[in-house]
């Protein structure tokens, strides 16, 4: 009996496909070619879990990195819609002013910017007064906004008097029983307090020291008062950060930071409709900056913006971006060339299963797509997997960095996922392994299907034109980076394309090397001898085992070059803060003056401290307190011939050496008061320099007036203006002439520090009415001498954050440690990729590695082999690497240590480098250890007893 049956189509064709009345289109059959690919190459990547879990590493790890990297700085920058919460809590708009000129802001000013001038007067608020009681200016903000409870926020610092430790500690300034402020202030145990001596401690402040309970001793201005601690609670800063206490009322003598978070006001408005941007508009008439609720979360087009502050809005936009496609070209030329050699073996080994398709009638292009879908199903895999990595990692680390540091921003700030950099990211990871298994699945079209079948696998015969094409692409790409460098403005385009056919011409090169190597191994041992020749025969599993070692020497080693020159510059250009061994500490208020004292008594007899003291008020002459903005401060400047006292003052009209030397002067330009017998030894004057000292002169050190016999120096006062910073009702009190010690330009390096330009003794500021303010502390031995380290640590422990110790001792390397680092992680890398290749590589060879065995091949043999084999890729792909990066290397010292500077000693501008230094041994320990000890590893890995497979005749 006979049965006829209907065909069926073959496994992943479309029904009825192969019919001879039935057409497929070229599509469906593309499709469908796909398909089963895709479904063998999953199933490759489960049976072979090794070689799939290293070719995930090899991808994953670089993704991971660079994804965590994203993610971490799109979390740190804060954008407007993040600190919300932190500004206002569940409020519609926070609220701060009102300036003397209308204002013109951008949806969020902290990024946009905001400008105003007394030109513009700002409309008067009806109800608003600064002789008002708190309670009635808030009221009238919250009728000019259009509703809702208006409740005041500001902001200070005080000192915890613990013993004899004044530790730094931040107030929010904010009474939350007026509205509910949410997140911005929230209760957790206890109450409210009732007044500036009730406060309420968050998680920050119990770190810091202070007691959930009972009463502390908090200090603003130099005076100490108790306060009652009645509750526990959690708080946000304007910025994200954690406050230690939140306190109803500013407390007496708050210092200059009880302004608040604006100047003269903050308010918070609750409750109320949405403020619209036409609201924030017409609140800037008033001279109010405004962060809106509803403007941050829904910004207006960049039209409404104002012309001036535009392109400021435009660059920050666009930052984020230009990164991500950095980073998504770097890590695509990266990972290509790491991958190379696992797809490359990967290939390799399955050659006879292709061949065998071959036999039964598969395309060239079918056996490709089997290789290129397994790099696409791996590849895939890896690159999620990486993001998703290197995401949980940064969650995790930032979860354990807020919950050991609750003061810190992060603790306001959701983790920012940039699915902008991701979408570029994944894509380019994927494509970097399509690529990588691109190379070995274009050689499937040579496939020598009889040698395969037999277990014969010869590299083709070596193309001479490619490695002239490869020489000539390197030389020129050479050439072009470093021409292109040198250019200050428009070389970038020509870097980028001088360094892509830089490292491809090397590339071309690789077989042609493996080729004069195999050429040259009949001198060598048995071991290194086979080694070499079955590099040289084998091409196309050992030039993408060269290619990615050379790719992770050229970046360690342009990167250690750009170290180095960095460093070298900055050892050239370095200027002593200080006197060799001397010690130095700011205190710049109060506070911090009995906090530095506090340290000092500590420390007892070990250091001999002097004060340093500045001709100026107490206030910082460019940004007083908004109540001090309008109360004339005290100046003392000098005047040289031809010039006056206002310009002097005002250096948008100063010119030459007008305002070279005063209370409003930069770039070391203050007037310093020190003891004579100090100054004296400091600048190592004459014995008859000593005595103009001593009788009222002053040391100048100022190249444009130290010349002059005699300077004439006034004193008054002035008043700032906020809006441009020039000095305005300027009053002369008096004026003097003061005989000039010269110092050399040579003689005031380190020894003029805190921006000093000058020096006169305390008994000459006296006598001639001068104001003088301490702002630094400088520290010696008892014998005078520099301060030991042991010193230095406790005082530094001591001091900590209050005054920034700094011990000058001279220029130190800060980039040793990095290198070191830098060092580890480039070798450690090299290692793997070198164990790696070297491992699919002997997997590979256990046909020839029997045969060795069989022959009589000892197992030292076999481990010399394998050493050889080893050290051979890694030595060949570590000089080459050396040999190109050498080349980007030098480029980018261009653009990194050249520079335009202002010697603030000469007083002369000038270009400074480029500076060149080549870190010839630790790159020579890369390139000697990292083979060595790859080929000491693969020796260990050899087994005692061979697989024995049969041959076929």
């Known amino acids: 009996m006979t049965t006829l049956m209907e065909p069926k189509a073959p496994a992943g064709l479309p029904e009825d496909a192969d019919r001879g009345d039935v057409k497929s289109s070229r599509l469906s059959r593309w499709r469908a070619s796909w398909r089963v690919a895709l479904r063998m190459a999953r199933r490759d990547v489960r049976r072979h879990k090794g070689r799939s879990i290293l070719v995930f590493l090899m991808v994953a790890i670089p993704v991971g990195l660079l994804a965590g990297a994203a993610t971490l700085g799109a979390t740190e920058q804060a954008d407007a819609g993040d600190l919300i919460t ?110 500036p001596d009730e406060i309420v401690i968050t998680p920050a402040g119990e770190r810091k020291g202070m007691p959930r309970s009972g009463s502390v001793t908090l200090s603003a201005g130099g005076t100490e008062r108790s306060v009652q601690v009645v509750g526990t609670a959690s708080a946000l800063l304007e910025w994200g950060g954690m406050p230690d206490f939140v306190v109803p009322s500013m407390p007496d003598g708050a210092g200059a930071e009880s302004a608040g978070i604006g100047a003269p006001g903050s308010w918070v408005v609750v409750g109320g409709g949405p403020v619209t941007w036409e609201d924030v508009q017409r609140l800037n008439t008033y001279g109010l900056t405004v962060y809106s609720r509803a403007v941050l979360e829904d910004p207006p087009p960049e039209s409404a913006l104002p012309p001036e502050l535009r392109p400021q809005d435009s660059f920050t936009q666009d930052t984020g971006r230009m990164i991500a496609v950095i980073g998504g070209v770097m890590l ?71 919950s050991t540091h609750p003061e810190s921003s992060f603790a306001s700030i959701a983790l920012d996922i940039p699915w902008g950099a991701f979408a570029i990211l994944v894509p380019c990871a994927v494509l970097s392994a399509v690529v990588a298994a691109l190379l070995p699945s274009l050689r499937l079209g040579r496939l020598d299907i009889i040698g395969v079948m037999r277990g014969q696998s010869v590299s083709p015969r070596l193309n001479k034109v490619v490695p002239v094409v490869g020489l000539v692409l390197a030389l020129v790409g050479g050439a072009v980076v470093l021409s292109a460098a040198q250019q200050q403005a428009g070389g970038d385009f020509r870097v980028a394309v001088g360094a892509v056919g830089l490292v491809l011409g090397t590339l071309l090169l690789v077989p042609a090397i493996l080729v004069a190597f195999g050429a040259l191994a009949a001198r060598f041992p048995v071991a290194p001898r086979i080694a070499i020749r079955d590099a040289a025969r084998h091409r196309s599993r050992s030039t993408p085992t060269v290619a990615a070692i050379l790719a992770g020497v050229v970046a360690l080693t342009a990167f250690s070059i750009g170290l180095a020159s960095d460093t070298k ?12 061994g001397e010690g130095t500490i700011y205190t710049g208020d109060t506070e911090t003056q009995l906090a530095v004292g506090a340290a000092l008594g500590k420390v007892g007899g070990a250091v001999r401290s002097t004060p340093l003291l500045l001709l100026r008020g107490p206030e910082d002459p460019y940004g007083p307190s908004a109540a001090d903005a309008q109360r004339p401060q005290p100046f003392v400047t000098g005047v040289p011939q031809g010039c006056t006292v206002q310009n002097t003052l005002d250096h948008s009209s100063t010119e030459g050496a007008c305002g070279a030397l005063g209370t409003l002067s930069y770039d070391n330009g203050q007037i310093g008061v020190l003891p004579a017998s100090e100054i004296k030894a400091r600048l190592r004057l004459t014995e008859a320099q000593g005595r103009v000292i001593d009788e009222g002169g002053i040391a100048v050190g100022v190249p444009a007036l130290a010349k002059v016999p005699t300077l004439t120096v ?10 441009s910073y020039s000095p305005t009702n300027v009053v002369t009190t008096a004026t003097a002439k003061l005989p000039v010690v010269a110092v050399a330009p040579t003689g005031r390096t380190g020894a003029m520090p805190a921006q000093t330009g000058a020096f006169v003794t305390p008994e000459t500021a006296k006598r001639l009415g001068w104001p003088t303010f301490q702002t630094m502390v400088l520290l010696h031995a008892p014998d005078g001498g520099a301060i030991d380290e042991a010193t230095e640590k406790q005082l530094d422990e001591l001091v900590g954050d209050e005054g920034g110790l700094h011990v000058e001792r001279g220029f130190q390397r800060y980039d040793e440690k990095v290198m070191k680092i830098m060092m580890a992680v480039a070798a450690l890398l ?68 050249r520079s335009y500077e202002y010697d603030s000693v000469t007083g002369v501008d000038h270009v400074t480098g480029p500076y060149l230094a080549i870190p010839w041994t630790p790159l020579l320990l890369v390139v000697l250890g990292v083979p060595l000890l790859a080929g000491a590893l693969s020796a260990l890995a050899i087994r005692r007893a061979p697989a024995m497979t049969r041959r076929a005749d």
């Open 714 to 723: 006034a004193h008054g006062t002035f008043v700032i203006d906020q809006s």
């Open 830 to 897: 090299l290692l793997i990729v070198t164990l790696i290749s070297t491992a699919l590589s002997m997997a590979e060879q256990q046909a020839d590695t029997g045969t060795l065995a069989a022959v009589g091949a000892t197992r030292r043999t076999r481990r010399a082999f394998a050493a050889a084999q080893a050290m051979v890729v890694g030595f060949i792909g570590a000089v080459l690497g050396i040999a190109v990066g050498l080349v980007p290397g030098i480029a980018i010292t261009y653009p990194l240590t």
């Open 86 to 195: 932190a500004r206002m809590g569940p409020g519609q708009a926070l609220v701060q002013g009102p300036q003397a000129g209308k204002i013109q802001q951008t949806p969020d000013p902290n990024q946009g910017g905001t400008g105003w001038s007394d030109d513009n007067p700002a409309a008067t608020i009806p109800g608003f007064s600064a002789d008002a009681a708190a309670p009635d200016n808030a009221a009238a903000i919250g009728r000019l906004v259009g509703g809702g409870t208006a409740v005041a926020v500001g902001e200070t610092q005080m000192r915890l008097v613990v013993g004899e430790r004044r530790v730094r500690v931040s107030g929010l300034v904010v009474d939350p029983r007026v509205a509910d402020l949410g997140d911005k202030a929230r209760l957790s145990s206890g109450s409210w307090g009732n007044g």
């Open 332 to 402: 695509f030329i990266l990972t290509t060339l790491l991958v190379g050699p696992a797809f490359a073996v990967s290939a390799t080994r399955q050659r006879r299963t292709l061949a065998l398709a071959a036999t039964n009638g598969a395309e060239t292009r079918q056996l490709r797509r089997t290789v290129l879908a397994q790099a696409l199903v791996l590849g895939v895999i890896s690159a999620l997997g990486g993001v998703v990595l290197g995401t949980l990692a940064v969650r995790a680390g930032l979860w354990w960095w807020v």
């Open 569 to 580: 510059q900055q050892m050239a250009t370095y200027q002593p803060q200080a006197l060799p």
